[in-house]
């Protein structure tokens, strides 16, 4: 027990900096899915499911779930933090304000009131509807399985950014709406004959994001950090064709591609600007990749080449107690991120600008304080809280 009270204390920010008062050298990076879409909060399929549920608990201040969520992230006490499955709420006030003035800037549990004076959010392909029966059930939903990514009214699944630093809102680059098809060596999704999986009038409009990619510069002192936040979609429910196994991967592709210089001048965002990231500029990638290097359904090669990446600092990968007790025979667990039993969030600082100081997952282990918050899938999340420390060079 003292040693979980000594991390937490570690965490607090006296140890880290003042931001106005004093130069900063360190920052902490975190990434969470947050399980904060509709259908957590009323049965699946209910009839009119929309942005509106998660606006009512937002408004109330009271959702123990939500409440549990804000302690977590006041214990951690992340710099900026990515949230995944946040369903997008066009009005700030209704939506990312009201969860950092109704959660966040109030004590939960007994921890610090938290503020993040800045942000970022933006659309997202889940729910998004589209004119085509793309799981080729021979119906058009156009919803679920037959939107532009997986969801049952728009803005389900989405993300939201954090930050207690500015954020360089007029060079912030999304890509929304890049297609599939003009990513070079995009996976070919065919049917058991042979042939093409998608309508070529699908195919010509899909998007190769299920949810965004998002290039977002944050402001820390002198220097510009570029989060790159993304959350592809899972590689399963699907069938022989693997087509969200092969999106998959190909989300996971894209960043790998946009920090290489040259291998991303096939790139452009949703303003039309075309290329990758510039050289030699500090970067964190930051997300739910749903996919880990040594388990699961994806295509491994694919979050393997983004660890591998030589501008990628993955040296020191973070972990828990709590993992490794869940699953006491798997010697992946410490590092796992999800009650579910594997490694699917990171946290991927790069070389250039940073020295990895510590991180880990906020998952304690049974009898340790605060481990009811993540005790329960409805506690709190099925994911854990991924945070990286690093020092500024």
Known sequence: MKKILLILTMLSPGILFSQTKKKVTELTFATYNV????????????????????????????????????????????????????????????????????????????????????YFYSTVNTGQPSPFDLNNDGKMDRF??????????????????????????????????????????????????????????????????????????????????????SHPTPPTFDGAEDRNGKRNFDEIRFWRDYISGDTGTYIYDDQGKKGGLSNDVPFVIMGDQNASPDEGNAITDGIRSLLAHPKINSETTPESKGGAQHSPDNAFAKNHTAFWRMRAD?????????????????????GEPMSELVEKRESSSDHRLVWVKVGLE
Do not use: C
């Open 35 to 118: 399980s904060m879409e509709a259908e957590n909060y009323v049965p699946r399929g209910t009839k009119g499911n929309s942005e509106q549920v998660l606006i009512k608990e937002l408004a109330s201040g009271s959702n123990a779930q939500i409440k549990n969520i804000a302690s977590i992230i006041q214990t951690v006490r992340p710099d900026v933090i990515l949230l995944n499955e946040f369903d997008y709420i066009q009005d700030p006030e209704l939506g990312v304000k009201a969860f950092v003035k109704n959660y966040l800037m109030r004590s939960q549990n007994g921890a610090k009131a938290i503020d993040y004076p800045y």
């Open 144 to 229: 679920g399985n037959d939107a532009w990514g997986f969801g049952n009214y728009p803005g389900q699944y989405a993300m939201v950014v954090l930050s207690k630093y500015p954020i360089d809102s007029k060079n912030v680059r999304t890509f929304q709406h890049f297609k599939w098809k003009d990513m070079p060596g995009a996976h070919k999704i065919t049917k058991a004959d042979g042939s093409d999986w998608y309508s070529p009038e699908a195919w010509a409009q899909f998007p190769l994001s299920s949810k965004s990619h998002w290039d977002v510069p944050v402001q820390v002192g002198g220097k510009t950090i570029h989060v790159l936040a």
């Open 346 to 366: 990171y946290v991927l600082p790069s070389k250039i600008g940073f020295k990895v100081k510590d991180g880990g997952v906020f998952w304690p282990a049974k």
